[in-house]
């Protein structure tokens, strides 16, 4: 528990040092996400992270909450919405102030606690991981809003583990049976190699790290969706349906 909180507070921090690196101004920026500027994702970060924690302290009410919006997405948008009214300040403020509490309580937490979140229950771990591939991928979206350069760090193995671990969400989300295990080989960051998944498995998925994640956070240019390798049906189908995300 202790390195992925520490990989999540890394990931937390360059994402916010590089913001107050920008200006006010680029905070106005059309990010690759739909109708969100680099303020609205960040509105975002802000507001799932107040949700994570109520998730974390029991708080049952999120569910009815998000069928009441009408959905994830409009739930979502709701939190967007909240940033809009706000200086840039404030609402790095306010992602400051919901990811530490965040970081606080599940530091307290056991690995194995089950946490009540809307794709399901998870282990704490897991539900750590979610919130650094999130910061991750909106990461993407306002590095590319900034026209900047993204930095692959080790820390996208625990995103590449995770888009391993929920491609059985993932299968069923798409409709799509779950026949077979697959094995997930990666190259990552300074040619590491991470291997996830049974050894013995037929049904493989290799590629580069950056690749792969990109990929299960919705993030692939097209220009390199040919980059990963399926071996097998069901592993071709993964490639096609993975999702790390809701």
Request: proline residues 5%.
């Amino acid at each position: 528990m202790r390195e992925i909180l520490a990989d999540l507070v890394a990931e937390q921090q360059a994402l916010d040092q590089m913001l107050q690196r920008a200006p006010e101004r680029d905070w106005k920026r059309r990010t690759p996400a739909p109708g969100w500027s680099v303020q609205d994702s960040i509105s975002h970060l802000a507001a799932s992270e107040e949700q994570a924690l109520r998730a974390l302290t029991g708080d049952t009410g999120l569910e009815a909450e998000v069928a009441a919006a009408g959905g994830i997405d409009a739930y979502n948008q709701a939190g967007v919405e909240a940033g809009r009214s706000k200086r840039p300040q404030e609402v790095i403020e306010w992602w400051r102030h919901s990811r530490a509490a965040v970081v606080e309580v599940l530091s307290r937490t056991p690995h194995q606690a089950r946490v009540a979140w809307y794709a399901g229950p998870m282990s704490a771990r897991t539900f750590a991981t979610t919130r650094l591939m999130e910061t991750w991928a909106h990461g993407l979206d306002i590095v590319a809003a900034l026209n900047r350069e993204a930095a692959d760090t080790a820390r996208l193995r625990h995103v590449a583990w995770l888009g391993w671990k929920t491609l059985p969400y993932a299968f069923a989300r798409a409709g799509e049976a779950y026949p077979a295990p697959i094995r997930v080989e990666l190259v990552g960051p300074g040619y590491a190699r991470w291997v996830f998944g049974p050894a013995e498995a037929d049904q493989v998925v290799r590629g580069q790290a950056a690749d792969w994640c990109r990929l299960v956070v919705g993030r692939l240019p097209g220009s390199r969706s040919n980059n990963l390798i399926a071996v097998g049906e069901v592993a071709a189908t993964a490639l096609r349906v993975a999702r790390a995300h809701l």
